[in-house]
């Protein structure tokens, strides 16, 4: 029986020694290895860097919004700081001029009581300010002749002290009168209180106006039945029937 090892088609299953590639063998673990751990190691790496530059980027569009928004609210706190120093200098502009005429009201209000200081005395004139302006209210008496409705000669020096304190103010004269303040010789021509008053604010702005050389664009004419109270200006202390003037606090060109 021959011998397997002597047959050449056994031959070739036969191993042999010293001939396994053990070099390329363990080069090619080692590339394997490496490139398994570049795939390990650098992959996550570049995912990671991947993903931090997407949010860099969604980073920096955001902060160019903001920065858009803040340049923009910047100029509109710029415009709204600017109205507002031009309405804070219309404000302070106005109150000074507010105050110079209330300042002003003050010695027109000082001049009324002077040009009508004896009228004061005997309780037949009030002198008063309020918001609207100087006021003085005066008994008819203390203007018109007895009995008549024709401003007398010291009506008329009063009438025009008035005129000049006012200086370029406008002159608002208003007639007090109930039906029973009508002077009796007067009653035949008037039938109420209202149209006495009436009468009497005319005649006084006419005077005003003929004596006074105050312009008729300054003056203004009313009347009043009496049903109103005296303006607290007086408080409480005018005469009735009475001609109110009042020195408006606004001037007028």
Request: glycine fraction near 8%; aromatic fraction near 6%; include cysteine.
């Amino acid at each position: 029986m021959a011998n397997w090892q002597d047959d050449p088609d056994l031959a070739a299953f036969k191993p042999r020694r010293g001939s396994t590639p053990w070099g390329r063998i363990f080069v090619g673990v080692l590339f394997v290895g490496c490139g398994t751990f570049a795939l390990a190691y650098y992959l996550p790496l570049y995912r990671a860097h991947h993903a931090l530059s997407d949010d860099h980027a969604r980073l920096r569009e955001k902060l160019e919004g903001v920065e858009q928004a803040l340049q923009k609210s910047q100029s509109e706190l710029k415009s709204v700081t600017a109205k507002r120093d031009e309405l804070q200098a219309s404000a302070d502009q106005a109150q000074a001029k507010v105050s110079a005429g209330t300042s002003d009201l003050g010695s027109v209000k000082d001049a009324l009581a002077t040009a009508a200081d004896k009228a004061v005395k005997k309780k037949a004139a009030a002198v008063g300010a309020d918001a609207s302006g100087a006021r003085l209210a005066v008994s008819p008496s203390q203007l018109f002749a007895a009995g008549k409705l024709d401003v007398s000669g010291s009506g008329g020096a009063l009438l025009c002290a008035v005129a000049k304190a006012a200086g370029s103010r406008a002159l608002h004269v208003t007639g007090v009168a109930t039906d029973a303040e009508v002077p009796a010789p007067l009653k035949s021509k008037f039938e109420n209180g209202w149209a006495y008053a009436a009468a009497a604010s005319v005649a006084v702005v006419a005077a005003l106006h003929d004596k006074c050389s105050v312009p008729d664009t300054k003056l203004y004419a009313e009347a009043s039945d009496g049903a109103h109270a005296a303006p607290v200006a007086f408080g409480g202390s005018a005469p009735s029937p009475r001609v109110e003037i009042l020195i408006a606090n606004e001037t007028k060109p």
